[in-house]
C-alpha cells in the first residue's frame, strides 16, 4: 500500500503530532514499512492458535490478604490538622 502526504497529514491530525514538512517523507515511507510488514503478517497461517492476552503468563503474585490489627485511633487522629474523637475533620467539599 502506497503512503502518501495526504495521508501522513490525516494521519498526523489523528495522533496529533505535528510533524515538519521535511519529516513528512520520512514518515511516510516508515508508514509504508509497517503496512507492508503488517500484510506479511496477514498471511501467515493462525487456524488453531489461541488468541493470548499477554506473551508471557501472568500469575498474581500479591500476597495473600490476612485479617491483621490495624492502627490505634489515637496515634492516627495526632497528624490531622483537625480532627475530633472518632474522626478527621475536612472541609465540606459537596453542597
Not at 503488517?38 to 500479591?62: C, Q, W, Y
Not at 490476612?66 to 453542597?95: Q, T
Amino acid at each position: 500500500m502506497k503512503i502518501t502526504e495526504e495521508m501522513v497529514d490525516y494521519i498526523s491530525v489523528l495522533s496529533r503530532l505535528k510533524p515538519e514538512p521535511e519529516e513528512k517523507a520520512q514518515l511516510a515511507t516508515e508508514l509504508e514499512r509497517i503496512v507492508s510488514y503488517m500484510d506479511v503478517l496477514n498471511r501467515l497461517d493462525t487456524a488453531g492458535v489461541e488468541p493470548l492476552s499477554h506473551v508471557f503468563p501472568i500469575k498474581n503474585v500479591m500476597r495473600p490478604d490476612l485479617p491483621c490489627p490495624s492502627l490505634p485511633r489515637e496515634g492516627l487522629l495526632k497528624n490531622a490538622p483537625s480532627e475530633d474523637p472518632e474522626a478527621f475533620l475536612v472541609p465540606k467539599a459537596v453542597e
